[in-house]
């Protein structure tokens, strides 16, 4: 029999708020069963897993889309405050569950790559500005994406050489370019490879026509080519172990 959730506990897994789950219910996106003399709401855990494994996708197709249009409020972040504001409620939910270290290596590494969305498209932004940024606690994962100029795009203009996003790629986590603004840019992927290597963190990393996986212990980058093309960047963090 499918286990039944209550509403507090399904807001709790997901990292929203009950406000949110209400909306979703009404708009038809996470529905939920009425039960009681008062009709509490509870949800079937196998819809929750479900939902949680379709945030990915949902980031990877706004990402490549043509035509795309703004996300849902509550996986949207149009300015870097609300980024900040929803980071630190990702910090409060993982503290419940996770260890002071884990939270604060997980947050500091979704931090970087939300905000080097912000730092290297500001005024830039081809269409819709922000980032996509959402997270599924039980399913241990973080998911970002932005339809900025990508990694490519933004290292060009001080590595004009720089033929394709697979070389691109591999010097933003490798290289050191230059410690002078705006050369910074992209130096902060080299902090996120560094944590993730050290520790029970995989990294699943995104932009133009290139792919990275990388996980503990990776001494050598795993750049590989994709079908699917994508002006900006898109990430999942996950985290195997709560320490």
């Given at each position: 029999?499918?286990?039944?959730?209550?509403?507090?506990?399904?807001?709790?897994?997901?990292?929203?708020?009950?406000d949110?789950?209400?909306?979703?219910?009404?708009?038809?996106?996470?529905?939920?069963?009425?039960?009681?003399?008062?009709g509490?709401?509870?949800?079937?855990?196998?819809?929750?897993?479900?939902?949680?494994?379709?945030?990915?996708?949902?980031?990877?197709?706004?990402?490549?889309?043509?035509?795309?249009?703004?996300?849902?409020s509550?996986?949207?972040?149009?300015?870097?405050?609300?980024?900040?504001?929803?980071?630190?409620?990702l910090?409060?939910?993982?503290?419940?569950?996770?260890?002071?270290?884990?939270?604060?290596?997980?947050?500091?590494?979704?931090?970087?790559?939300?905000?080097?969305?912000?730092?290297h498209?500001?005024?830039?932004w081809?269409?819709?500005?922000?980032?996509?940024?959402?997270?599924?606690?039980?399913?241990?994962?973080?998911?970002?994406?932005?339809?900025?100029?990508?990694?490519?795009?933004?290292?060009?203009?001080?590595?004009?050489?720089?033929?394709?996003?697979?070389?691109?790629?591999?010097?933003?986590?490798?290289?050191?370019?230059?410690?002078?603004?705006?050369e910074?840019?992209?130096?902060?992927?080299?902090?996120?490879?560094?944590?993730?290597?050290?520790?029970?963190?995989?990294?699943?990393?995104?932009?133009?026509?290139?792919?990275?996986?990388?996980?503990?212990?990776?001494?050598?980058?795993?750049?590989?080519?994709?079908?699917?093309?994508?002006?900006?960047?898109?990430?999942i963090?996950?985290?195997?172990?709560l320490?």
């Amino acid at each position: 029999m499918n286990q039944l959730l209550s509403i507090g506990q399904t807001a709790k897994l997901l990292g929203i708020s009950i406000d949110t789950l209400r909306r979703w219910d009404l708009a038809g996106r996470l529905r939920s069963i009425r039960s009681g003399p008062r009709g509490h709401r509870f949800y079937n855990r196998s819809d929750i897993d479900q939902y949680s494994q379709e945030i990915d996708s949902l980031a990877l197709n706004w990402a490549k889309s043509n035509n795309p249009i703004e996300p849902n409020s509550d996986v949207y972040c149009q300015t870097r405050d609300v980024f900040q504001a929803r980071l630190e409620k990702l910090q409060s939910e993982l503290s419940k569950i996770a260890s002071i270290e884990v939270v604060s290596l997980i947050t500091a590494v979704a931090g970087e790559i939300g905000n080097n969305s912000f730092d290297h498209n500001l005024g830039s932004w081809a269409d819709i500005p922000g980032i996509f940024f959402s997270y599924a606690i039980r399913n241990r994962k973080v998911v970002l994406a932005d339809r900025g100029q990508g990694i490519l795009t933004t290292l060009k203009r001080v590595r004009p050489e720089l033929l394709n996003s697979g070389e691109a790629m591999k010097m933003a986590f490798t290289e050191i370019i230059s410690g002078r603004y705006p050369e910074t840019r992209g130096n902060g992927l080299k902090f996120v490879r560094s944590i993730i290597v050290k520790n029970p963190f995989s990294l699943f990393f995104q932009t133009g026509d290139a792919k990275l996986f990388l996980k503990k212990n990776d001494i050598k980058l795993d750049i590989q080519p994709t079908g699917t093309i994508i002006n900006g960047c898109f990430a999942i963090i996950s985290f195997e172990e709560l320490l």
